[in-house]
């Protein structure tokens, strides 16, 4: 079974600032077989990220996920008013899925 | 326009049964892996189960197994997840979610189911 530990918990940031999102996977994630989402409140996830670095059809180029092994990052180089939420990041290396406890960005 | 629609959920007692459908639109369903996923009231994401294309492979997370069961209709463009003996902590919003085996790019708004006495 492959644990996901996201860090930080909660991020406190301006709009404009940067931001970066932490995902340890217990094991190595082969392939990198590795996604990240964004869900809004009363909203359901929406996909960014998959192959830990292939953004998913309409994501602004703002949003970039790197890394490889069991390291992965999502990073928001600048943002913007709707990209506060929570962010979820997902591997599909194992039969068994699993997400991360999720990082909430909120507004400082 | 790509569109997932789940309906079924509701209130039922533990030890109870329900079984919630997905009806699929706006693109090729055949194509796309089925998943559900839930979220506990104010918790986090848990993938619970998926099934291929053809419907001859799933899988599911260790808490549901041997109580919940996916399946799908590709006549019909259609998912179900079968949940039976319900336990309190089956409580959550359940999405359904179509994708690739592992990441899931359509999502359903999805439907809540309580479990209680």
């Known amino acids: 079974e492959v644990v996901l530990a996201q860090s930080p918990g909660t991020l406190s940031l301006s709009p404009g600032e940067g931001a970066t999102l932490s995902c340890r996977a217990s094991?190595?994630?082969?392939?990198?077989?590795l996604a990240w989402y964004q869900q809004k409140p009363g909203q359901a996830p929406r996909l960014l990220i998959y192959h830990a670095s292939s953004r998913a059809t309409g994501i602004p180029d703002r949003f970039s996920g790197s890394g490889s092994g069991t390291d992965f990052t999502l990073t928001i180089s600048r943002l913007e008013p709707e990209d506060f939420a929570v962010y979820y990041c997902q591997h599909y290396v194992t039969p068994v899925l699993s997400f991360g406890g999720g990082t909430r960005v909120e507004i400082k | 326009e790509v569109q997932l629609v789940e309906s079924g959920g509701g209130l039922v007692q533990p030890g109870g049964s329900l079984r919630l459908s997905c009806a699929a639109s706006?693109?090729?369903?055949?194509?796309?892996?089925m998943h559900w996923v839930r979220q506990a009231p104010g918790r986090g994401l848990e993938w619970v189960s998926r099934i291929k294309t053809d419907g001859t492979y799933t899988t599911y997370v260790d808490s549901v197994k041997g109580r919940f069961t996916i399946s799908r209709d590709n006549a019909k463009n259609k998912s179900y997840l079968q949940m039976d003996s319900l336990r309190a902590e089956d409580t959550a919003v359940y999405f359904c979610?179509?994708?690739?085996?592992?990441?899931?790019?359509?999502w359903g708004q999805g439907t809540l189911v309580t479990v209680s006495s």
């Open positions: 094991q190595n994630v082969d392939r990198n077989f």
């Open positions: 706006g693109f090729a369903f055949t194509d796309f892996w």
């Open positions: 979610a179509g994708g690739d085996s592992g990441y899931l790019g359509a």
